[in-house]
């Protein structure tokens, strides 16, 4: 990564999806990039340091997950080299080398998070904007580069203090201007319903290879769907509302996960209906018949299908199974909180949003003729 | 009344706490702590208002607005050079432009000082020449790269001289990628004529 570039200075950041941060002559440069794995587009934001009204910083709890992940994993592969190493013969050795690279891999990954420090989040305002400062991920680092904007900052404009009397003499409680944000999620009964039952759906999918039977199917499928109806028509009621992060991956994390088990579902239904087919050619003699025993035979084979028929695939049910239930348990405590919030009262929520107070009045200059007949022209 | 807003949930702080000079802040709707620095532009104009202009027609010898003809010029576009009223005059940095010069520089120039948008076509080569690679070891994406190769020699040749990222860098990418793609292409067109002549026999 470059150190500097025309009028530019490095302050934080890289070339991946997280972006960069670059300190300007009078503006702060943001590339915010976009992307998976590799960054595919890149938008330049440039923020004046005169305009900045604060900058946020909170300590986030991705550190003590992602250590104690890592942790689980060291561990995990670490007792499996143990078991390896004490069995003989070339495959437990070979099995046991390839843990031993997995544990030197993911111990290295962790001795890199852990001398990286805690986590955090920065959040840049203005008067019209909220920007979260994607380079700006660890907290040692950020404090630094923080600091460094202040800096900036305070040259730009000066060294006024913040006192009671500029904040407007703010009481406790006192209303705040809501412009540009979202409220937070009110308690919602779609919700409510549509992860528990999520949860149900994703445990039962779970369990489709080890219990028989057309009738669990069949619950299964209409649980599964009136989950994600639900969660659909919910999503849909609180879009004006801010959503907790965990309930947006929760809620993302389960559609995409119920198209990979349409995905599955049909690669099992074409697999079913060629064995099926294959199988009513051979016993069936009445063509008119053939249609019906084709098409309720398939249902009742994907219905029946165990491990047996599915071999390894078998595993895959699970796995998406337990993603689901993993997904609805992501969305409970957010959901709950919600739930204690509304309970507790209107005395700790926000005021509730106006129409007034949700879209800043628009900049409409007129639309006037240009002066030499062509069509008349509208800056907007 | 200003507002100095969560970092976790974009909800206003209190107020009460961020003046009596506490570091660590409690924000009453998420119960999440942070830490803001506040500048005197939050107090500056904490509710912004579209600004007043109003219809200031010129007088005898004095200069119309290009836009608005019914308006006085005041400024000149620093980079088209037409003279225009506050109206249809941006800041930019130093520089004073007309809005649709800061347009066309946004959307369409090549210039770093305006750009807003850029497509990293380098990036995109690259990760279309690793495609195959990285998804090998979910086994049924083995045949991603019949796809993906010819669309990252087409994209890399296509977009060798389009412009990549606004901080300088070189085509390392973009050639690792139209290699990787290269290989496989060739390695797929091998295959192909060692089956139709017989060489793996």
Redesign the interface.
Known sequence: MKKAFEDYRYLAGGSGVSGSLWEGPDHLLFIDAGGFLFAYSETYKRIDYAKVQTINIARTSTFGWIAAALSILVLLAGLIFASLLSRSGAAATTGAGVCLLVVLFVAILLIIHLVKGPTCVVKLQTAVQVVRLKPLKRLRSAQAVIARITELCRLHQGQEAVTLESLGQARPGQAFDQRGIKAPMPRSVWLMIAVPLLLVAGAMFAGEPFVAGTAYTVVDLLVCLAAHILMGIGLARLSRYELPGTLKTAFWGSIVNFFLIAIFAYGLLITGSMMVAADAVRNVRAVDDLGMKVNTGIFFWMANASFKELSGFAWIFVGLGLLDVFFALLGMPALTQTLRQSKAGEGTSPPPLTPSSLVPPPITPPVTPSTDGEPPVDPS | ????????????L???Q??SGAGMIRC???G????????????A???????TLPEEPPAEGEAAC?????RRATKSCHHCGVLISD??AAQW??DTVC??CLDHLREKSKD?RF??????WD??V??LGLAPI?TLPLLVFYWIGIITAPAALILGLWHWNSPR?????GRWRLITGLLLAFLQVAGVVTFILSLWFGWLD
Not at chain 2, 66 to 70: D, G, Q, T
Not at chain 2, 115 to 120: A, D, E, N
Not at chain 2, 165 to 169: A, Q
């Open positions: 009344m200003a507002a100095v807003r969560c970092a976790f949930c974009n909800q206003p209190p107020a009460d961020l003046v009453r709707v998420c999440g702590r942070t830490q803001p620095s506040i500048f005197p532009a939050l107090l104009d904490s509710a912004p208002k579209p600004p290009f836009y608005s003809p019914a109206l249809w940095g130093q809005l649709k770093t750009g807003s948008k850029r497509t990293l990036n995109m690259l990760a990285i990222s606004l901080v300088p860098r």
